[in-house]
């Protein structure tokens, strides 16, 4: 059983003055992850039966089917199903400043829009083992599906003033 990570992510950031009294300037970022597991990786479960095992216990019978130890181990993981995740995030903020009177009046500003965008794919079926020489069971009563996607954006502005002025002599 593979389980696979990839991230993948970039930022960037420029600014410019178009006036000497005038700047912008953008940062932007993105983030991508995808894990790919088995299904058994996806239920925090999966890790209190090896914990529990024998460590004299057999996984296999004689002719290769699992023992109900072994199931609950290492068949689980191999032929339990599978589950994969695909995560994406992406922010991007302008920024302005103007000044209208130089050092002291200046109006600043920002804009920012973040967006989340989570996809979960996963399933889950019996896995078969050996109790005795000709009874076969299953692991687990019923195949699952399950997919979710979860989609969130955000925006955010702000503008304001600010003023500097010193009214006393230093």
Do not use: C
Not at 12 to 37: A, C, F, P
């Amino acid at each position: 059983a593979t389980d696979t990570y990839k991230k993948y992510n970039f930022l960037g950031k420029v600014g410019l003055n178009i006036k000497d009294w005038w700047s912008i300037s953008n940062s932007t970022s993105y983030v991508n992850n995808t894990y790919d597991r088995p299904y058994a990786l996806s239920s925090d479960s999966w890790y209190f039966y090896p914990t529990t095992m024998g460590t004299l216990e057999v996984p296999y019978t004689p002719d290769g089917h699992y023992t109900s130890g072994g199931v609950q181990t290492i068949g689980t993981l191999i032929d339990g199903g599978r589950s994969k995740s695909i995560n994406s995030n992406y922010q991007t903020q302008f920024e302005t400043n103007i000044d209208i009177i130089k050092d002291v009046l200046s109006v600043k500003g920002n804009f920012s829009y973040y967006r989340m965008d989570n996809l979960l794919r996963s399933y889950n079926i019996p896995v078969s083992y050996m109790v005795g020489p000709t009874n076969i069971q299953n692991w687990g009563s019923n195949s699952t599906a399950y997919m979710s996607t979860q989609i969130s954006d955000q925006y955010y502005e702000d503008v304001y003033a600010n003023f500097h002025k010193t009214f006393a002599g230093k």
